[in-house]
């Protein structure tokens, strides 16, 4: 039986268009407007339609601002499938999680320099040797007194450690140079995908001593996801709609 309010009559006109937006949904975390345009625009036409069948028929909510969308579920429902085996993006080690907000800090500050807004059309741009020059700064600010948090260190032991898993889950794309142009690491472009602004970059700063006080107790951290926005607070950014136990789909 078709419905009367919600997607059935969308599914009913203009079937091709709603599957194209579902799949796209659930191919990865972020769904970007830059990723198909004319689906993302669609979504967010009938943005009402689309919750109500994520809320109706999973338990889960629809996360859509301007340029990112992602669905949200907030628990597991196959208790089999434990937290070490699920594929979601995170970081366990203390000094990933501390490189990964110190990235958020990074961003903030990057838009404040460059006068740029979520509301820009393009995404913001840096260079690997400018976020490895503030990441050092910072590390030494939050750990005086440990002498290891020179910028070889930061560079070998965190950005490269976390990077690639950035990229894979979408959070930062790496700007091929041409072939014929041989880039040297700190010259590397990124550009900041918009999944960042759905995350707290002034959490680090609000936090920092209970942060020491847990890091000279304990190396590692508990696991935590920035798909998980209860598991990651240090990351939730309370203007968005997360802030309750659960993850992106998938």
């Not at 979504?43 to 994520?54: A, G, K, P, Q, V």
């Not at 798909?227 to 968005?240: G, H, I, K, N, V």
């Amino acid at each position: 039986m078709i419905e009367t309010d919600g997607i059935g009559p969308l599914l009913a006109r203009q079937g091709d268009r709603v599957r194209t937006v579902l799949n796209i949904l659930l191919e990865s975390p972020y769904f970007y407007k830059t990723d198909d345009e004319t689906a993302f625009n669609f979504l967010r036409r009938h943005r009402s339609e689309f919750t109500r069948f994520f809320e109706d028929h999973f338990g889960w909510s629809l996360v859509l601002d301007g340029k990112c969308a992602r669905v949200y579920k907030e628990r597991w429902y196959n208790r089999e499938i434990t937290e070490s085996n699920r594929d979601v993006f995170n970081f366990s080690r203390r000094d990933e999680c501390i490189g990964f907000m110190i990235l958020l800090e990074f961003f903030e500050h990057q838009l404040e320099d460059n006068g740029m807004t979520v509301e820009d059309k393009d995404n913001l741009r840096f260079r690997f040797g400018d976020l490895l020059e503030f990441a050092t700064r910072r590390f030494r600010d939050v750990f005086p007194g440990e002498g290891k948090y020179e910028a070889e260190y930061v560079r070998a032991k965190v950005l490269r450690q976390i990077m690639p898993v950035l990229e894979r889950y979408r959070f930062l794309r790496r700007i091929q140079p041409p072939a014929d142009e041989p880039v040297a690491e700190e010259q590397i472009l990124f550009e900041a995908m918009p999944a960042l602004y759905h995350y707290n970059s002034a959490y680090l700063g609000k936090n920092l001593e209970s942060i020491r006080a847990l890091a000279s107790g304990e190396p590692e951290v508990r696991e935590s996801s920035p798909r998980d926005d209860a598991a990651l607070e240090p990351f939730a950014d309370d203007s968005t709609e997360d802030g309750v136990d659960g993850e992106n789909v998938p």
